[in-house]
């Protein structure tokens, strides 16, 4: 069934951006929805938020991630930035044009993207 692949792969990436907590406290991941049929699961459309920055700071960014696109919110002194791009997380985890072996691969590569939009929301 291919929801089920789905909401195992977006549970799988979720699972790999709390693996980075450990070396990056101000990161938050808050998953939105989870399947009924099976609550370890998060649901593939409703999906899940990473935030990264202070919790009361200038400025900061979320990424919110679902089965088939993900939108990057960045906020701060200059006002606010969205961007929305594909991703696919069904067989490959798949951002762009760029597909990636592992959950925790995309997720190290969508963390770098988090901070270079965080360097900029707060001007490091």
């Avoid at 990056?24 to 593939?44: F, I, Q, S, T």
């Avoid at 991703?87 to 270079?116: C, I, K, M, N, R």
């Amino acid at each position: 069934m291919a929801n089920d692949l789905e909401a195992r792969r977006v549970t799988e990436l979720a699972e790999a951006f709390r693996a980075f907590r450990a070396t990056m406290p101000e990161l938050k991941v808050e998953v939105v929805g989870r399947l009924k049929n099976d609550k370890a699961l998060v649901h593939p459309v409703a999906g899940f938020h990473v935030r990264l920055g202070p919790a009361h700071g200038p400025g900061g960014v979320a990424l919110y991630i679902s089965s088939n696109y993900a939108e990057l919110t960045r906020w701060g002194d200059a006002g606010t930035i969205r961007e929305r791009f594909t991703v696919q997380l069904g067989e490959e985890f798949v951002w762009g044009d760029s597909a990636y072996p592992t959950a925790s691969d995309l997720a190290h590569d969508l963390l770098a993207y988090l901070q270079f939009h965080l360097d900029a929301a707060v001007g490091s």
